[in-house]
């Protein structure tokens, strides 16, 4: 059983930052291409980043390009998301998704924003940005 647990969330003031933290437990996580999505409140989820199984390819919404940076260790069976110049738009439920590895069909900027690409989530973590 693949379980992802978020971590890091927080409150913050406006231009601060945070990094989360996803754990991912029951398989390495090598298998698994991975994201970043969040959810504010009476919004629908959306994708913030994503990044390869090897770590050689990452993707970014625009709205966070040049802010956020996602990043893995598959040794720790981790991935972060470094969160700078956080704003109160940023404010959400932050959740951790992995998806598996496809031969043939590598993650890419179209396919790292869906959520049906993803079969693995966690439960969340919260981010309130202050302003």
């Known amino acids: 059983q693949v379980q992802l647990v978020e971590s890091g969330g927080g409150l913050v003031q406006a231009g601060g930052s945070l990094r989360l933290s996803c754990a991912v437990s029951?398989?390495?996580?090598?298998?698994?291409?991975m994201g970043w999505f969040r959810q504010a409140p009476g919004k629908e989820r959306e994708f913030v980043s994503a990044?390869?199984?090897?770590?050689?390819?990452?993707y970014y919404a625009d709205s966070v390009k040049g802010r956020f940076t996602i990043s893995r260790d598959n040794a720790k069976n981790t991935v972060y998301l470094q969160m700078n110049s956080l704003a109160p738009e940023d404010t959400a439920v932050y959740y951790c998704?992995?998806?598996?590895?496809?031969?043939?069909?590598?993650?890419?900027?179209?396919?790292?924003?869906?959520?049906?690409?993803?079969?693995?989530w966690g439960q969340g973590t919260q981010v309130t940005v202050s302003s």
């Open positions: 998704a992995a998806r598996f590895r496809v031969l043939g069909r590598p993650l890419s900027a179209d396919s790292a924003t869906h959520m049906r690409e993803y079969a693995y």
């Open positions: 029951g398989r390495t996580i090598s298998y698994y291409d």
């Open positions: 990044i390869s199984w090897s770590g050689g390819s990452t």
